[in-house]
């Protein structure tokens, strides 16, 4: 699976959008982009994926450019609770029923 | 949809001793689950690959023998610390997809300390 590059930490006004971005210069056609979170001591939690199409659900949105070489997770309209380590990981669905490798993700810090 | 569930959240144990920890998919049949673990301010770590029948695929550098890894229904994959060390207390972390193109759900984790 191709690696990804983020930013180490980035901080957001609460309220405002947080604009998490992410490298994967060397994904292939059938790779898959995915973001997950983690909060302290808890689980990583699954946001968004996406192929080469923007999308949109209800926790934020994937903007994925048309080289598929970075992609962007939008956080419309953060808040305290959003403070967590953002992960970007790059997945074949081929790959043996999910298997994923981190990197070291970006922490996002909202600020009041 | 989609909850993996994991147990015990947290567990100290002494030296020597063997502690056994549960992830289990609650609402889903998962024929592969993946093994985390995590120390503290570093990321994920992918330890193993369970698959339900069969023998677990270690990563480079994990001890088969001293993370012993069963998977022996469709819901329940166990990942059994051997003669834990200090060394390895950590975070571990189980998860699973419903497919091969489906995102990762994990469980909440397990705080291990060994005294």
């Known amino acids: 699976d191709a690696k990804t590059t983020q930013p180490t930490s980035m901080d957001c006004a609460e309220g405002r959008a947080a604009n998490l971005p992410c490298n994967h210069s060397?994904?292939?056609?059938?790779?898959?982009v995915y973001w997950y979170r983690q909060i302290h001591s808890q689980g990583p939690q699954y946001i968004i994926h996406?192929?080469?199409n923007n999308e949109t659900n209800e926790m934020a949105s994937l903007i994925i450019t048309e080289d598929r070489k970075s992609s962007t997770l939008i956080l419309p309209h953060a808040t305290l609770r959003d403070t967590a380590v953002y992960y970007c990981i790059v997945r074949s669905p081929n790959t043996n029923a999910g298997k994923s490798t981190f990197g070291d993700g970006t922490t996002l810090t909202v600020k009041p | 949809g989609a909850v993996v569930s994991q147990h015990p959240s947290w567990v100290i144990c002494k030296s020597g001793t063997s502690v056994k920890i549960e992830c289990r998919s609650l609402d889903f049949q998962a024929t592969t689950m993946f093994w985390y673990r995590q120390f503290p301010k570093q990321s994920l770590m992918l330890m193993a690959t369970?698959?339900?029948?069969?023998?677990?695929?270690?990563e480079q550098g994990v001890e088969k023998d001293k993370f012993l890894i069963n998977h022996a229904s469709l819901t329940l994959s166990t990942l059994t610390v051997t003669s834990a060390h200090p060394e390895d207390s950590s975070f571990y972390i189980c998860?699973?997809?419903?497919?091969?193109?489906?995102?990762?759900?994990f469980g909440n984790g397990t705080r291990l300390t060994v005294t």
């Open positions: 369970s698959n339900e029948g069969s023998k677990a695929t270690y």
């Open positions: 996406g192929l080469k």
């Open positions: 998860s699973a997809s419903t497919g091969s193109n489906s995102p990762l759900h």
């Open positions: 060397t994904i292939s056609g059938n790779e898959y």
